[in-house]
């Protein structure tokens, strides 16, 4: 059974920091290209990162570029967001997330359109992050 399972969510005033964490089984997660994606109240989906399999190659959206950190331990089938200067439209539902296709989910990046359901094979259950004083 394929688990992707989040923690480390919770509230934390603007500014402060979050360490997101993934913990996947169930599945070849060194072989997965994987991402970050959230959803905030009354918004679609938002791919926030990328990282490739072996963790070579990252990429993120602008609206989080030099303020987040992709990373993973494959040595642990961990993934993980270092989430740093949080500000109140960060806050929302964050879902580790095996895309479908690695080239889509870029695609989808850098054209800032939603993320679709239908792109993800594989879903955590998602943690809340909430920003605010």
């Known amino acids: 059974e394929v688990q992707l399972v989040e923690s480390g969510g919770g509230l934390v005033q603007p500014g402060g920091s979050l360490r997101l964490s993934c913990a996947a089984s169930g599945f070849a997660f060194s072989d997965m290209n994987m991402a970050w994606v959230r959803q905030a109240p009354g918004k679609g989906l938002e791919y926030v990162s990328t990282?490739?399999?072996?963790?070579?190659?990252?990429i993120y959206s602008d609206s989080v570029k030099g303020r987040f950190t992709v990373s993973r331990d494959n040595s642990k089938n961990s993934l993980y967001l270092q989430m740093n200067s949080l500000k109140t439209d960060d806050t929302a539902v964050y879902y580790c997330?095996?895309?479908?296709?690695?080239?889509?989910?870029?695609?989808?990046?850098?054209?800032?359109?939603?993320?679709?359901?239908?792109?993800?094979?594989?879903w955590g259950q998602g943690t809340q992050v909430t920003v605010s004083s």
């Open positions: 990282i490739t399999y072996g963790g070579d190659s990252t």
């Open positions: 997330a095996a895309p479908r296709s690695h080239a889509a989910a870029i695609a989808t990046m850098t054209s800032r359109r939603p993320a679709q359901h239908s792109d993800i094979l594989y």
